[in-house]
Structures are given as structure tokens and as C-alpha cells.
């Protein structure tokens, strides 16, 4: 039979509410209590039962991560982070997802406030109308990432992408010589999507560079819909010595995997660069150019938010800026 926290007492002399205040409020027991009551706990073998315990402090030591999905480096890399933090600082991460095709209720499911959860961490590629009242609703400590959700009480953490991608644009137009870029995005209301699409519009007019619609591509930020694009859209790309920006490492890949398997030769026919820098990056030939994005630091930042307001939940919202930075390699013609 299991240990109790009245054995405890039992063999320490004290009462359960005193085992009850070492388990959870050390500092307000006298040492010698405290003392017998530990060694009373060492001696049984007892551990605590964590339900209860959180009922009882309102405190589970359990944060959520949601995410819009669990599949491939991005995510993996943000989750990595989350969890390491998380252990560091003695709280527990569980997962979740949600997918854009969701109605706003999985959203609400995923986030609401549920006595086990102390903090949340979402992350949404889009926000409607019904997302923002669903995450409005939410009462426990809410970190946004990659965006603000106007209306809605949180902290955030997002990544200057308009900085990175328009790093990008100008080593193509002034360190290579490029005339055309195609930019390949994904869907037209994804956040990350329209951030580096406005960086692309402001980087060529400031190069005087004329942008045809033509060359503006909405897809789903994965490898097989980009190789499909590309079977289609790379030969006229390389008559014309046109730049490709795919807006993630995934769909970079697919490109250019499309020209190699057409006989186009990237970098000396057709130049492509990516953005993220996850391990696609490194493991193309050629290695891909990319925007390098602290994907890790992502997760590690929230958790650190949601342990700030944990501890102060008064204090004014705080929004972190992570930046990303330009990662040149052979993809797209230059010796770095």
C-alpha cells in the first residue's frame, strides 16, 4: 500500500497540515520541524500526490505549448527549446496542435483555462475573428508567438522577419547582381508570409526593381507543392537568370530538387535561397542560402515569459524580438 501523507505525520509527531506546509511552503516551518518531518518523508519513501497537490495550490507545474503543427525541424527545434527551459526552471511541458483548417473550437479546447495548466504558449499562423474571442477567453498566463493578436491580454515573442528577409532581397540585388526574384510564399494570410512579402515589395522598389504578379507564388510551405511549382515554372526562371526566395527551407528543397531533376544546374543557372536555416539547409546540394531564424530561442523565451508573469502577474505586457540573420552559402552563386 502506498505511503500517505498521514504515515507522515504519524512518524513525524506533527499534523498533516504541517507535513502539508514543508511539502509546499518550506520557508515557513521552523527548521526543526521541518527537519523531522523530511526525514520522516526519506524514511517512508513518500511522494507526494501531484493532483492534489495542485488542487490544492492552484499550481501544477505543467505549461502548455500549442503549436500549429508537430510535423518537421521548425517545430521540433521551438518544442526542444520550450522543454529544456522548461526543466530548468522545474515545470513540465505538455503539446498540442492546431491546424488553420480548425473552426477557432480545437483552439479553445487546446487553451482554456484548465486547473492543470499554470501557462500557455500558442503559437497561430492566422487569426479570424473567432480565434480572437476563443483566446480572449483564456484566464491562466498566454504568451503569443510569431505574432500579436490585437484585443486579447498576453505577452509575445516574435521574430523580425521583415529584417531577415530583407537581408535576403539585398545581398540577391546587390551582392549578385539579381534583376528578377520570384518570391514563393505561403498561403496570402499567413503572418510569416506577409512579413516577408511586404519586406520584398519595400527592398525592390528601393532598388528600383519593377515586381511582376507573375512572380508572386502562394503555396503551403511544403516540399511536394513547391517541386510541383518548380517542374512547371524553372525552366523560364533560368532563361531569364531570375533569384528564387522560397519563404521556408522546405519548399527551397523542392525547387530545387524540380530544377536538378529538368538538368538545370543551382546555382550557375538558376539561383534559390530559403528562409529558417533548419537542417534542409545544410543537407541540399548546394547548400542552401537562408534567413536563420532562433527557432529554439523561440521556445525557451515564451517559457521564460510565462514563468515572468507566473511570478508578477501585474506587470505590464512584454513583447521580445527575437532577430534573424542572413546564412550565405553556395545556393545562390556566392563563396562564403
Known amino acids: 500500500m502506498p505511503v500517505s501523507i498521514e504515515d507522515v505525520a504519524k512518524k513525524a509527531d506533527v499534523s498533516i497540515s504541517t507535513v502539508s506546509r514543508v511539502l509546499n511552503r518550506r520557508n515557513i516551518v521552523n527548521e526543526k520541524t521541518r527537519k523531522r518531518v523530511e526525514i520522516a518523508i526519506d524514511e517512508l519513501g513518500y511522494r507526494p500526490n501531484v493532483f492534489a497537490r495542485g488542487l490544492m495550490l492552484r499550481r501544477s507545474n505543467i505549461l502548455a505549448l500549442v503549436l500549429p503543427d508537430l510535423h518537421g525541424e ?32 480545437t483552439v479553445l479546447s487546446a487553451v482554456t483555462d484548465h486547473s492543470l495548466v499554470d501557462g500557455i504558449a500558442v503559437m497561430i499562423s492566422e487569426v479570424d475573428s473567432q480565434t480572437r474571442t476563443d483566446l480572449a477567453k483564456v484566464k491562466t498566463p498566454l504568451v503569443i508567438l510569431d505574432s500579436d493578436v490585437e484585443g486579447v491580454k498576453h505577452d509575445s515573442v516574435v521574430i523580425d522577419q521583415r529584417q531577415g528577409a530583407a537581408a535576403m532581397f539585398r545581398h540577391l540585388i546587390y551582392n549578385q547582381g539579381t534583376k528578377r526574384i520570384v518570391f514563393v510564399g505561403g498561403l496570402v494570410t499567413n503572418f510569416d508570409t506577409i512579413e516577408r512579402l511586404a519586406a520584398f515589395h519595400s527592398t525592390m522598389d528601393e532598388a528600383n526593381i519593377p515586381i511582376s504578379s507573375n512572380d508572386i507564388f502562394h503555396l503551403d510551405y511544403n516540399y511536394q507543392t513547391a517541386f510541383e511549382l518548380g517542374s512547371k515554372q524553372v525552366r523560364e526562371w533560368a532563361r531569364s537568370r531570375a533569384s528564387v526566395f522560397a519563404a521556408n527551407d522546405e519548399m527551397a528543397a523542392g525547387i530545387i530538387d524540380a530544377a536538378i531533376e529538368l538538368g538545370i544546374s543551382v546555382p550557375d543557372q538558376l539561383a534559390v535561397v530559403g528562409f529558417d536555416d533548419t537542417r534542409i539547409a545544410q543537407m541540399t546540394r548546394p547548400r542552401l542560402t537562408t534567413v536563420h531564424v532562433p527557432m529554439s530561442s523561440m521556445g525557451s523565451s515564451a517559457v521564460d515569459l510565462l514563468c515572468q508573469r507566473l511570478d508578477d502577474p501585474q506587470r505590464p505586457p512584454t513583447k521580445l524580438t527575437l532577430q534573424s540573420e542572413l546564412v550565405v552559402r553556395e545556393s545562390c552563386g556566392s563563396d562564403f
Open 74 to 105: 521548425f517545430y521540433s527545434e521551438i518544442i526542444r527549446g520550450a522543454n529544456l527551459r522548461a526543466r530548468e526552471l522545474g515545470y513540465q511541458l505538455m503539446i498540442s496542435s492546431v491546424v488553420a483548417s480548425d473552426d477557432g473550437s
